[in-house]
């Protein structure tokens, strides 16, 4: 191996953890968790079985680096826009919810909640980190944008853990259809298909909810 061949290897060999999420995500969404396998794993992001578990020692903790490397990232990005859009909290509840439909729910991410849905049962570990690591913490992230608005006087003083899921769950189970009965039904659009329409739609409502009416 020459020193030009070198860095080119090694930079191969660096980059196999995030090929092989890659494609455990695929396999997660399109078999489900429990029928997958690590082979099929390691065979779809090109590498042995043995290089896998160089990387990782079970499924579940290819699962949790799925989780960690492609979901955690845009949570703490939704994070820093808590501060950097605080002083407008309409546009910043906005952005969020269209940030993580746009890099999560419209994604192959968004499959991971069927996924947990699907075999909570059978994989009650599994569900609860999902639960902690995932739901809890966006929940948190939508509950503080909108404490955000009802500090400022801009929407209405209502209870905030009830309100993040009114707002939120509607997004939630667009990317669990999308992941679902969309390939099977054609009678429904989606945002995916007319973004524009649905979102003017769904923000309309939203906001019509939150905002302070005038002179309460």
Known sequence: MTEAESPRRQR??????????????????EKGFAATRLDEVAARAGVSKGTLYLYFDSKEALFKA????????????????????????????????LDWWTQVGATELGGITKLIVAEAGNFPDLA???????????????????????????????????LSQLVFFPMLMLAIWKNSLAGCVTSCSLPGEQPEAYFNTYF????????????E
């Open 204 to 215: 309309d409502m939203i906001f019509r909810g939150l905002r302070v009416a005038p002179g």
């Open 12 to 29: 191969r060999k660096d980059a196999r953890p995030g090929e092989l999420t890659a494609a455990a995500l695929s396999l997660f969404v």
């Open 128 to 162: 609860s980190y999902h639960h902690e690591a995932v739901a809890m913490r966006w929940m948190s992230i939508v509950g503080r944008a909108i404490q955000l608005g009802v500090d400022k006087g801009v929407f209405r003083p209502l209870d905030i853990p009830t």
């Open 66 to 97: 799925v989780i960690q490397e492609s979901v955690l990232p845009v949570f703490e990005a939704c994070e820093r826009k808590l501060e950097a859009l605080a002083d407008d909290p309409e546009r910043l509840l906005r952005e969020l919810l």
